[in-house]
T-cell receptor
Framework: NAGVTQTPKFQVLKTGQSMTLQCAQDMNHEYMSWYRQDPGMGLRLIHYSVGAGITDQGEVPNGYNVSRSTTEDFPLRLLSAAPSQTSVYFC?????????????FGPGTRLTVL | GENVEQHPSTLSVQEGDSAVIKCTYSDSASNYFPWYKQELGKRPQLIIDIRSNVGEKKDQRIAVTLNKTAKHFSLHITETQPEDSAVYFCAASDSGGYQKVTFGTGTKLQVIP
């Protein structure tokens, strides 16, 4: 199993540009999440999904869109990039059920918005 | 929503000494408390977790304690080694439909050889 994969690893955007961060997992996990990591602020939840066709907002959703058309993929779209979105983005997945709470993280995407 | 506070933000210890990281949470419905380790440039990885029906859990040199009454939990690392140097995150979640996880702000641990 490849686990959770993310592309690209690095990206530089200009203010106002749009792009999609890709995330995929091959563990048949129902739950998937997107976090951003900023210095001194830990991991903050952007959006999450409990299954194909179901998404919801997390703590910091503004400026981001998500969709979940398949169990495997959970892309994150930046509609109009802003310097405040410079961050490291992690996708994570976890199996459902009360006894399975571990989150498996992807390798991250480092995004810089100029 | 849940709020998790983590202290200290940085911690330096001599190799062989113990390290303790403390977290508090606000939502009494939280019942699962994982700890993640993130090495420089890498992804966070689960190192230990504890559920609310347990007061303490140990795995070799690491242990976690939980006080549900006071809403705080701690990570203890004994006999620290240079490879323990990393950022550690505590987190809290409930067992609801999604098990939304709220992370602390992280502790950068430096083990000095």
């Amino acid at each position: 199993n490849a686990g959770v994969t993310q592309t690209p690893k690095f990206q530089v955007l200009k203010t106002g540009q749009s792009m999609t961060l890709q995330c995929a997992q091959d563990m048949n996990h129902e739950y998937m999440s997107w976090y951003r990591q900023d210095p001194g602020m830990g991991l903050r939840l952007i959006h999450y999904s409990v299954g194909a066709g179901i998404t919801d907002q997390g703590e910091v959703p503004n400026g981001y869109n998500v969709s979940r058309s398949t169990t495997e993929d959970f892309p994150l779209r930046l509609l109009s990039a802003a310097p405040s979105q410079t961050s490291v983005y992690f996708c994570a997945s976890s199996p459902p059920g009360r006894q399975y709470n571990e989150q498996f993280f992807g390798p991250g995407t480092r995004l810089t918005v100029l | 929503g849940e709020n998790v506070e983590q202290h200290p933000s940085t911690l330096s210890v001599q190799e062989g000494d113990s390290a303790v990281i403390k977290c508090t949470y606000s939502d009494s419905a939280s019942n699962y408390f994982p700890w993640y380790k993130q090495e420089l440039g890498k992804r966070p990885q689960l190192i230990i977790d504890i559920r609310s029906n347990v007061g303490e859990k140990k795995d070799q040199r690491i242990a976690v304690t939980l006080n549900k009454t006071a809403k705080h939990f701690s990570l203890h690392i004994t006999e620290t080694q240079p490879e323990d140097s990393a950022v550690y995150f505590c987190a809290a979640s409930d067992s609801g439909g999604y098990q939304k996880v709220t992370f602390g702000t992280g502790t950068k641990l430096q083990v000095i050889p």
